[in-house]
């Protein structure tokens, strides 16, 4: 979490944009190695109608300014925060998802930080196309979370494939920074069809699929050189196929401040594919912040983003 050092930060300019901005404030006092931070919003027109212009046009100030200026007004109200960091405000004109995605692709954005609010009003984010469609990270800080991590638990999804690789080391680099941190492993584990055949109840198969998984959490742990890294780790096997579910109610049982989860890409299947579970973990969890790490741009993208500088 700490080596996102170029961020975005989406507003709308709702009252949740308080406790976003708040949130940011804290993320930034455990990540010292942020050096840019962009607040947006995107307006899908910022003319004035003519009329008006005609009428006070000479005693307006520009939509574009006036809204800097009150995103400036946000931002400083945390002051000590801000300190050594570059902030940036940029008032955008179009479709927010179409914007937000190209402007963190022309920034060379590496973590988008927006909102996910039910009760507040305002434009807020697409969050489900804004996940699927950006090749950057994204945090998703829920209404009425200011506090980055208050019970100092996280939770990982994991299933010893890559994505769990990078999950890790999101992990070691938040556990460097945050004293006491509590980090919680779940493995959702799978009961394969037909187990019956061999003689097997549910239940009995599921005590063989869970070993299996342990002895494959031993295994990673073992090659990876976990030692260090205190997880602790836990196994729900998988009743309902609603793998999403599982994982929310197992973080709200144990009250978690941040749930931690990657995508390799739309094209690797896989129980933690974006597209699938994360995607319906997006959809319906408001109460706890959500962190979706994604794979660095590759160097195709970064040529891309530089022609559009």
Not at 29 to 51: A, C, R, S
Not at 63 to 78: G, L, S
Not at 183 to 205: A, M, Q, R
Request: glycine residues 4%; negative net charge; aromatic residues 10%.
């Amino acid at each position: 979490m700490s080596f996102f050092t170029r961020i975005m930060v989406g507003l709308d300019l709702s009252e949740m944009d308080d406790e976003l901005i708040e949130y940011v404030s804290n993320y930034v006092k455990v990540n010292k190695k942020v050096k840019t931070i962009y607040f947006v919003h995107v307006v899908n027109d910022l003319e004035l109608p003519d009329n008006i212009q005609k009428k006070y046009g000479d005693f307006l100030i520009p939509n574009d300014e006036t809204i800097k200026y009150e995103m400036k007004q946000e931002v400083n109200k945390y002051p000590d925060s801000f300190n050594n960091v570059d902030i940036q405000y940029e008032v955008l004109e179009g479709s927010p998802l179409k914007q937000l995605l190209h402007w963190s692709r022309v920034k060379l954005i590496e973590l988008i930080i927006a909102g996910k609010k039910i009760h507040e009003s305002g434009t807020g984010i697409v969050m489900e196309k804004l996940a699927r469609k950006s090749k950057c990270s994204i945090l998703f800080v829920t209404e009425g979370q200011t506090s980055l991590l208050p019970s100092k638990k996280v939770l990982i999804p994991v299933d010893f494939s890559k994505r769990t690789d990078k999950i890790i080391e999101v992990v070691k680099e938040l556990n460097h920074q945050v004293p006491d941190l509590k980090i919680l492993g779940l493995n959702v584990v799978k009961v394969p069809h037909g187990y019956y055949k061999i003689g097997k109840s549910f239940e009995e198969f599921s005590e063989i699929m869970v070993q299996n998984e342990k002895e494959n959490w031993e295994k990673y742990k073992n090659i990876h050189k976990l030692d260090d890294l205190e997880i602790e780790m836990h196994y729900e096997v998988n009743k309902s196929e609603n793998i999403a579910k599982i994982i929310f109610d197992f973080a709200q049982q144990s009250d978690v401040s941040l749930i931690i989860m990657a995508s390799k890409g739309q094209t690797e299947a896989s129980v933690l594919l974006l597209g699938s579970v994360a995607e319906k973990l997006i959809s319906y969890d408001y109460q706890i912040p959500l962190l979706l790490v994604k794979n660095p741009e590759d160097i195709n993208d970064f040529f891309d983003a530089l022609k559009k500088v």
